[in-house]
């Protein structure tokens, strides 16, 4: 049921790409191959471990089912160290292993994705955190009951929106596909016409913030979403298998995932809201993402994503907070975790990470049912029941 060697085997097809230009004959070619053999090991050996820990979580501690998902990807980052592993098997196969490179739904995970988005194009000058929202929308659009709207005020919820539009049922023709005829101009026309709730909480979490700043960044830059993301974000942090539209046919790119009534799952296509649910990706290109966050990318991007995650704004209760894309954990006075779950009709997502310690786990299942809490627990096991000390 479980497999963590494939990690051995995919380290070893990249170790040896980066070492075959010193694998010459003579003595090098000794020292070389030693080397690699040694890296091998190593990795292999590691990743045995986390396998025998994350069964341990999984048996004792989370409420994860194959029954429920049958299988599931954990990527892991300490440090310079990372980590696939492979839980389970591919859905719909009697026995076929999931492989740790297969392409998932993320669902709300996307927010994180377009809140980076939106900081780096502010850091190139092409807006600004404080512009209005009615100032990227066409005229007959505004909405001058929303005057002061700020993009940061979407990027942490803190207006009255509710999680999705009114009347969104209506175009709603396949439950399993609910942004599929949901299009821009229908969200335009909502927010034109949305009257604003008194007395609502000053966090309201909602799709729809992220699904406008869609439509402001393809405004500001003149690109689609997609490539707007991939130029500013993904081709910068090496993301070459995270996209936003699918570039082949849907069911031969990502994996297949099973609904809650355990039946096979249709990809979702979206007309709108790719900006809060659209985005699909792997768990090396969502290891790849949180780096920035840890200051590890080696890209512009160190110098400011983690300001994303010190905007603290009050959630749901005086432990936890959102910080523009992130929900957050106050674990203790030393600690907090950073997190983004997210679920589309067939696949579960999670990431988390610690970015004082700077460690972060993927979670990535072929579900709705999804994982539960594993992928907080093994980050909790990580930062040794977070204690661990800052590095």
Same mark, same amino acid.
Request: proline letters at 5%; a negative charge.
């Given at each position: 049921?479980?497999?963590?060697?494939?990690?051995?085997?995919?380290? $070893?097809?990249?170790?040896?790409?980066?070492?075959?230009?010193?694998?010459?004959?003579?003595?090098?070619?000794?020292?070389?191959?030693?080397? $690699?053999?040694?890296?091998?090991?190593?990795?292999?050996?590691?990743?045995?471990?986390?396998?025998?820990?994350?069964?341990?979580?999984?048996?004792?501690?989370?409420?994860?089912?194959?029954?429920?998902? +049958?299988?599931?990807?954990?990527?892991?980052?300490?440090?310079?160290?990372?980590?696939?592993?492979?839980?389970?098997?591919?859905?719909?196969?009697?026995?076929?292993?999931?492989?740790?490179?297969?392409?998932?739904?993320?669902?709300?995970?996307?927010?994180?994705?377009?809140?980076?988005?939106?900081?780096?194009?502010?850091?190139?000058?092409?807006?600004? $955190?404080?512009?209005?929202?009615?100032?990227?929308?066409?005229?007959?659009?505004?909405?001058?009951?929303?005057?002061?709207?700020?993009?940061?005020?979407? $990027?942490?919820?803190?207006? +009255?929106?509710?999680?999705? +539009?009114?009347?969104?049922?209506?175009?709603?023709?396949?439950?399993?596909?609910?942004?599929?005829?949901?299009?821009?101009?229908?969200?335009?026309?909502?927010?034109?016409?949305?009257? +604003?709730?008194?007395?609502?909480?000053?966090?309201?979490?909602?799709?729809?913030?992220?699904?406008?700043?869609?439509?402001?960044?393809?405004?500001?830059?003149?690109?689609?979403?997609?490539?707007?993301?991939?130029?500013?974000?993904?081709?910068?942090?090496?993301?070459?298998?995270?996209?936003?539209?699918?570039?082949?046919?849907?069911?031969?790119?990502?994996?297949?995932?099973?609904?809650?009534?355990?039946?096979?799952?249709?990809?979702?296509?979206?007309?709108?809201?790719?900006?809060?649910?659209?985005?699909?990706?792997?768990?090396?290109?969502?290891?790849?993402?949180?780096?920035?966050?840890?200051?590890?990318?080696?890209?512009?991007?160190?110098?400011?994503?983690?300001?994303?995650?010190?905007?603290?704004?009050?959630?749901?209760?005086?432990?936890?907070?959102?910080?523009?894309?992130?929900?957050?954990?106050?674990?203790?006075?030393?600690?907090?975790?950073?997190?983004?779950?997210?679920?589309?009709?067939?696949?579960?997502?999670?990431?988390?990470?610690?970015?004082?310690?700077?460690?972060?786990?993927?979670?990535?299942?072929?579900?709705?049912?999804?994982?539960?809490?594993?992928?907080?627990?093994?980050?909790?096991?990580?930062?040794?029941?977070?204690?661990?000390?800052?590095?």
């Amino acid at each position: 049921m479980v497999s963590g060697r494939f990690w051995y085997i995919y380290s $070893l097809s990249i170790i040896h790409r980066w070492l075959s230009p010193l694998l010459v004959t003579g003595k090098n070619a000794i020292i070389s191959l030693v080397l $690699l053999l040694s890296a091998c090991t190593s990795l292999g050996a590691q990743s045995e471990q986390l396998v025998q820990e994350i069964n341990k979580i999984i048996q004792y501690d989370s409420d994860v089912s194959y029954d429920l998902t +049958p299988g599931f990807v954990v990527g892991i980052l300490d440090g310079d160290s990372s980590y696939l592993l492979s839980f389970g098997k591919m859905a719909g196969t009697k026995n076929e292993p999931l492989p740790v490179d297969a392409v998932f739904e993320t669902g709300s995970v996307s927010k994180a994705f377009t809140s980076l988005l939106t900081y780096t194009l502010e850091q190139k000058g092409i807006l600004k $955190l404080s512009d209005k929202v009615n100032g990227f929308l066409p005229p007959e659009f505004q909405n001058p009951r929303l005057q002061n709207l700020t993009l940061l005020d979407l $990027l942490n919820h803190s207006n +009255p929106f509710p999680r999705r +539009p009114s009347g969104f049922g209506e175009f709603e023709d396949d439950p399993q596909n609910p942004y599929e005829y949901y299009t821009k101009q229908n969200l335009l026309r909502y927010f034109s016409r949305y009257v +604003p709730v008194k007395g609502m909480s000053e966090f309201s979490y909602s799709h729809i913030n992220y699904a406008l700043l869609e439509i402001v960044i393809e405004s500001a830059t003149g690109l689609t979403f997609g490539d707007a993301l991939d130029n500013f974000v993904l081709q910068p942090l090496g993301m070459s298998n995270s996209f936003v539209d699918f570039r082949e046919q849907k069911n031969d790119v990502v994996t297949a995932g099973i609904d809650r009534s355990l039946t096979a799952a249709q990809p979702w296509i979206f007309e709108s809201f790719s900006a809060s649910e659209g985005i699909k990706s792997t768990a090396a290109d969502l290891l790849f993402f949180a780096k920035p966050f840890l200051g590890l990318s080696g890209t512009e991007m160190d110098n400011y994503a983690n300001t994303i995650l010190g905007s603290e704004h009050p959630s749901y209760n005086e432990k936890l907070f959102y910080s523009s894309g992130w929900h957050g954990i106050k674990i203790n006075k030393k600690t907090k975790a950073l997190i983004n779950n997210g679920n589309t009709s067939g696949h579960s997502a999670f990431i988390g990470m610690v970015p004082e310690n700077r460690t972060a786990v993927v979670v990535l299942s072929n579900s709705a049912f999804g994982t539960k809490d594993l992928g907080l627990l093994i980050l909790r096991m990580i930062n040794y029941n977070w204690k661990r000390k800052p590095q």
